[in-house]
């Protein structure tokens, strides 16, 4: 049997009230040459009978449950070690995707081999015309020093599914792992942007961004993007640098003084604590920040980056 030129990575747990909606989003794609991997972290609600009923229904659709529940971001490793396309496509079970979403994405990446994979965010790319090629430095320029990049969720990219397996897939870190795989993954291998609004991403009191964790998590992962900024390999040049942990560091000072000012003070003390940043830094680098629109931009004329 011919592998499908795509998987959709479907992740599910309590869905019912969205899940057939999802399922029907991919299945009205005009691109049709894919298979549709539902897989059930143990729902106690109807979920699992709605998946299975689009299995017996249409081929395409293959249905797992987990033997035990794995949390988000091990369900979808999990999805991700069942499928068997050539490109990784994740969509959420509670959100929409757009009829011509796949063949959106598929057709810029199929034709630029340069790059690992492609996003869509939510709206247009600053800085040119899509699709556009962003090597390491481009995208690390974009992420710290123009409009920004990392913040995007799994739904948002297309992956070649052999780069991704090599980048080693998204951490089972919380809420925060896709944008610690951002992190690793845009250091190291090209990313193709393509045009936005693909797909309608709900939001829902159910989500797991909504939880008291989730604040711990994103703070966790700050440390990350320091880390990140002084590694040996990052791709950005020396002044650039300097100019990142700049407005890195003063987004990190903002977010626990907004904490602080509606009286989280332990959100507060914990967004501070985990950026792993010693006292030295904060007077060397916390200043106001510096971003512009055309960072992280091919055609930049004063491109802050070596490419």
Request: glycine fraction near 8%.
């Amino acid at each position: 049997m011919t592998p499908p030129t795509i998987s959709v990575l479907m992740t599910s747990y309590n869905r019912q009230r969205y899940l057939a909606a999802a399922i029907d989003s991919v299945l009205a794609q005009t691109f049709a040459d894919f298979e549709l991997i539902v897989s059930d972290d143990g729902s106690t609600d109807r979920s699992a009978a709605i998946a299975y009923e689009y299995a017996r229904r249409d081929p395409r659709v293959h249905v797992s449950i987990n033997a035990r529940n794995l949390g988000d971001y091990g369900n979808r490793r999990q999805a991700a070690s069942l499928a068997s396309g050539r490109y990784l496509k994740y969509h959420d079970s509670d959100d929409i995707m757009y009829p011509h979403c796949l063949a959106t994405m598929l057709e810029p990446l199929a034709a630029e081999p340069r790059a690992g994979f492609a996003m869509s965010g939510n709206r247009f790319w600053p800085g040119g015309p899509c699709p556009m090629l962003l090597t390491p430095a481009l995208a690390y320029a974009r992420e710290f020093l123009g409009s920004g990049l990392f913040h995007l969720g799994p739904a948002c990219a297309l992956f070649r599914a052999d780069v991704f397996r090599e980048l080693g897939g998204f951490p089972d870190s919380g809420v925060a792992s896709d944008y610690l795989f951002w992190l690793h993954a845009c250091a190291r291998v090209n990313v193709l942007l393509v045009p936005g609004d693909l797909f309608y991403y709900r939001v829902h009191e159910g989500q797991e961004q909504g939880r008291a964790v989730a604040r711990l998590d994103y703070a966790r992962a700050s440390a990350a993007a320091w880390r990140a900024l002084n590694a040996p390999d990052c791709p950005l040049d020396r002044d650039a640098c300097e100019r990142a942990k700049r407005n890195w560091l003063f987004t990190v000072a903002r977010g626990a003084w907004r904490d602080a000012r509606r009286g989280r003070f332990g959100d507060a003390a914990a967004i501070l604590r985990y950026a792993g940043v010693d006292l030295a830094d904060w007077v060397r680098y916390l200043r106001r920040p510096r971003r512009m629109a055309s960072a992280g931009t091919p055609a930049a004329n004063n491109e802050p980056c070596r490419s």
